[in-house]
């Protein structure tokens, strides 16, 4: 049987020391994450970045660098291949709608995230945001 990974992007924004967050739906379950989704059809991952991030947050963003790659087996059996980005905030539009299952978005510290360990998505929100800071990030040059 071949191996075909769910192929989805998040995206890290920071202003200030703070990290822009959605709390969502997950399950029944009220969980903390990245702006993030699914790849679509003819979509490159950097836009996809910034379509996920506006539809989420409600908030333009200029996709500037890969934070990583990352291999993810769910819960639910199924795996996910997540594509990290960096995103600096170009403009707000609080006229938009925020996607279904996004209840708001927060802009929240390194260590308000860590206080909320239990409510995250999955370990990767974390370990994301961990090697935002702590690693090299790479060009978009990257993705061809």
């Known amino acids: 049987m071949r191996f075909i990974p769910h192929v989805t992007v998040a995206t890290i924004v920071e ?31 950097i836009h996809a ?3 996920e991030t506006l539809e989420e947050t409600a908030c333009s963003v200029d996709i500037t660098g890969v934070v990583g790659v990352y291999l993810f087996k769910a819960d639910n059996g199924i795996s996910y291949q997540r594509n990290c980005f960096v995103g600096t905030l ?21 260590e308000e995230i860590r206080a909320r360990n239990d409510d995250l998505r999955s370990y990767l929100v974390l370990d994301c945001i961990v090697d935002y800071l702590t690693k090299p990030h790479y060009s978009l040059d990257l993705f061809r």
Request: glycine share 8%; hydrophobic share 35%; aromatic share 6%.
């Open 15 to 45: 202003e200030q020391g703070r990290f822009l967050m959605v709390e969502e739906y997950r399950d029944g379950r009220l969980v903390l994450n990245q702006p993030a989704g699914h790849l679509e059809k003819d979509e490159s991952l």
């Open 90 to 110: 170009l403009k707000q539009h609080p006229e938009r709608n925020l996607d279904e299952g996004i209840v708001r978005t927060l802009w929240m510290t390194l």
């Open 49 to 51: 970045a910034s379509r």
